[in-house]
């Protein structure tokens, strides 16, 4: 807030003459500008102001104010996903229209759609494993194929049954999450003991299941709420497998474990919006926090033929509860570069607290846009954090701008780009990008980005021990790190023979990679995970890589002239293949082995996996395909290809064989791809 008498006084000024504009707005004409957020917050300021000023005033009477490494790592029998998210009924209804298209393009006859609609609770997700009816092991999400496990403190909570009312084999998934009054009592014990206060009920569940000592967890009073069966083997109980998800959460009611007491069967979309309506302005009043609507296709068949895409099931979706939003202030702008040199404009703000989170820092993507909004600093603006997406502003309030502010110009040159500095808009884009790409700053991301779990994976070795090898000179490029030994980490302060052999451990079995995580780990503009997937089906070594001509790489379905001019345009630069060639003979590539002849023996195949196979990896298995030009999802459909089974297969097997998809045996695969 201002500093001086006279600038509260003429912020005082400001805030009345605006809030009393909207509140007029808002009752009388009914049409209000702004959010019900950003009024509260307007007001909520002005009510401090003239409490610190001592000069109440009729406008704020008038309205009421708004109230680890440290863990083993489980991968995952069913591979977990999020869920896309959609924000109105507008959204809703082309959810449904692209769910209706994707089962007549799959020849599935769905001539209704009837739904489960369930509350999205925010919490933590658990992915939960039960043998012969006992509980044998609990994990978190992760990312998504790899998770920590969390047993020790899953058992501490008390509505989660360490045997099952039948001796079934399951996996099933929830939320573990702690209600508000437990919630309030733990902040209030912090508070007492002067520890620092979790932000909201979501962050106070997970820093509890994420505990070491599962005393901590059990003080804490977590909840848990199970919503989905991903696997499910009767033992010989004679109890049917679900058809529906309505039946699902029956059945896991039946066997004891804890369901949300509010899901509905809808008809149609119709009754979905309902329910959604209803707790969109119920929601508040529950005892534990939500942020939306779960929306599910019932028909288990249907999720079936719907699958996946690379990140979210087509057959759910979420309906989140309007964006939240508030006012605070812009204290400064700053530039950010990227690990790719793109530059990026962030505002850096008053702290705000914006649905149970402090934000201090908002995107605002680019040139265009803080022209569009006429960002300044010292702007009051409105700031919306809509779920998951990073905060960003809406608009700037113009009533409170300060005097003697100028619109903000983007400089010539950042320091953090190295060389001379300068900086470039990139062609056909609002963006900028740094002409050079030698920093120490880009070196350090490109470090951070490339050891990451999406690229190398090289655990343990993260962002921290990164700035402690590039500050004592031990590394320079990706090269170097696989040329440390442990004498080298010892070197680094805080560092014992036991994490020193860690690291050196980890460095070793990253040397064993793929070539599409290889190209994640290169920070190639524009290629991420499926990208690199896209392109290495076509190009399976490194050589081919490297030497693919732009318009072979463009027309590749889904990578495209701009991704293919990014790539030839790394081809062209003189230093990363300069780190590239230093880096190749430290690496390791098991589908090295497929010759480029053999790469299109599969093409046109789809491949589903379930169980254990005893001779390879998932993943290994997964790339023998895709090298060899088939394609590998998460569900069987009636256009799979293949079911390959190992041992303990889930329902997938079952699925193939009421679709009639061919079954594959391990040795029946490898001879397929041998």
Known sequence: MPTSSAASQKRLAQLRTLIAYHQKKYHEEDAPEISDEAYDALVRELTQLEGAAGSPSKVAERVGGAASEAFSKVRHVVRQWSLDNVFSDEELEAWEERTRRFLEKAGVAAPSL??????????????????????????????GEVGEDVTHTARTIATLPKKLKQPVSLICVGEVMMFKKDFEKLNRERAATEESLFANPRNAA??????????????????????????????GTNIKEPESQWQELALLRKLGLPTSPYPERCSDLSEVKEFYCRWCADHETL???????????????LQTALGYTARAPRFGVAYKFPAVESTTVVEAIELQVGRTGVVTPVAHLRPVLIDGSTVARATLHNEDQIKRLDVRVGDTVILRKAGDIIPEVVSVLLPLRPEKTKPYRFPSTIAACGGDGRIERIPGEAAYRCVSLNSEVLRRERLYYAVSKGALNIDGIGPRIIDALLDQKLVSTLADLFALTKEDFLSLPGFKDKAAENAVAAIAAARTTTLPRLLIALSINHVGEETARLITTHFPTMEAVRSASEAALAAVNGVGPTIAASVVAWQKNKEAQRELRALLPYLQFPEGRVTASAKTTLAGTTFVFTGTLSSLSRDDAKELVRTRGGAVTASVSPKTSYVVVGSDPGTKAADAARLGVKVLSENEFLALVA
């Not at 009073?221 to 919503?227: G, T």
């Not at 005892?287 to 068949?301: A, H, N, Q």
């Open 206 to 235: 997970a820093g509890s299941l994420r505990q070491l000592d599962p005393k901590v967890a059990a003080a804490r009073s977590l909840s848990l709420y199970v919503y989905d069966l991903e696997s499910f083997d009767p033992l």
């Open 114 to 143: 009837a739904y489960v609609a369930e509350h999205k609770l925010d919490g933590l997700k658990l992915v939960i494993e039960y043998q012969g009816g006992v509980l044998v092991r609990a994990a978190t999400r992760g990312d």
């Open 287 to 301: 005892p534990f926090g939500l942020d939306g609507v779960v929306v599910k296709v019932d028909d288990l068949t």
